[in-house]
T-cell receptor, first 113, second 112 residues
Framework: NAGVTQTPKFRVLKTGQSMTLLCAQD?????MYWYRQDPGMGLRLIHY???????AKGEVPDGYNVSRLKKQNFLLGLESAAPSQTSVYFC????????????FGPGTRLTVL | GENVEQHPSTLSVQEGDSAVIKCTYS??????FPWYKQELGKRPQLIID?????GEKKDQRIAVTLNKTAKHFSLHITETQPEDSAVYFC???????????FGAGTTVTVRA
């Protein structure tokens, strides 16, 4: 099993450009999450999904959109990138909520110029 | 929502000594407290977790203690080794909840 994978690993955007980050998991997990990691601020939840076709806002959702059309995939979109969105983005997935262990992907380093 | 505070932000210890990281949380409904370790350039990985019906849990050189009355929990690493150098994150969530709230992280450096 590959676990949780993310595409791409690195990306540089210019202000105003758009892009989509792809997260895929092969563990048949119901729950998927997008976090951003910035120095000194830990992992902040952007959006999450509790099942195929569902999405919900997390702690810092502004400027991002998500979709969960298939159970194994969770997409994070930036419609008009801003320098404040320069960060490392991690996707995670979780099986049963009662256990709550989250398995993380390798991360995507995004720079917005 | 839940607010998790973590201290210290950096910790330097001599190899063989112990390291302690402390976290406090705000939501009394939280009852699941995991700890994640993130090595440089890698993804966070779960190292130990504790549920509210347990006061302490050990796994070899690491242990976690929980005080629900005071709403704080701690990670203890004994006999530290160079491979323990990493960023450690505490988190809190409700069993059956979908989300975790993370602390800001502690950078642990083990000096040889």
């Amino acid at each position: 099993n590959a676990g949780v994978t993310q595409t791409p690993k690195f990306r540089v955007l210019k202000t105003g450009q758009s892009m989509t980050l792809l997260c895929a998991q092969d563990m048949n997990h119901e729950y998927m999450y997008w976090y951003r990691q910035d120095p000194g601020m830990g992992l902040r939840l952007i959006h999450y999904s509790v099942g195929e076709g569902t999405t919900a806002k997390g702690e810092v959702p502004d400027g991002y959109n998500v979709s969960r059309l298939k159970k194994q995939n969770f997409l994070l979109g930036l419609e008009s990138a801003a320098p404040s969105q320069t960060s490392v983005y991690f996707c995670a997935s979780s099986g049963t909520p009662a256990y709550n262990e989250q398995f993380f992907g390798p991360g995507t380093r995004l720079t917005v110029l | 929502g839940e607010n998790v505070e973590q201290h210290p932000s950096t910790l330097s210890v001599q190899e063989g000594d112990s390291a302690v990281i402390k976290c406090t949380y705000s939501d009394s409904a939280s009852n699941y407290f995991p700890w994640y370790k993130q090595e440089l350039g890698k993804r966070p990985q779960l190292i130990i977790d504790i549920r509210s019906n347990v006061g302490e849990k050990k796994d070899q050189r690491i242990a976690v203690t929980l005080n629900k009355t005071a709403k704080h929990f701690s990670l203890h690493i004994t006999e530290t080794q160079p491979e323990d150098s990493a960023v450690y994150f505490c988190a809190a969530g409700g069993l059956g909840d979908y989300k975790l709230s993370f602390g800001a992280g502690t950078t642990v450096t083990v000096r040889a």
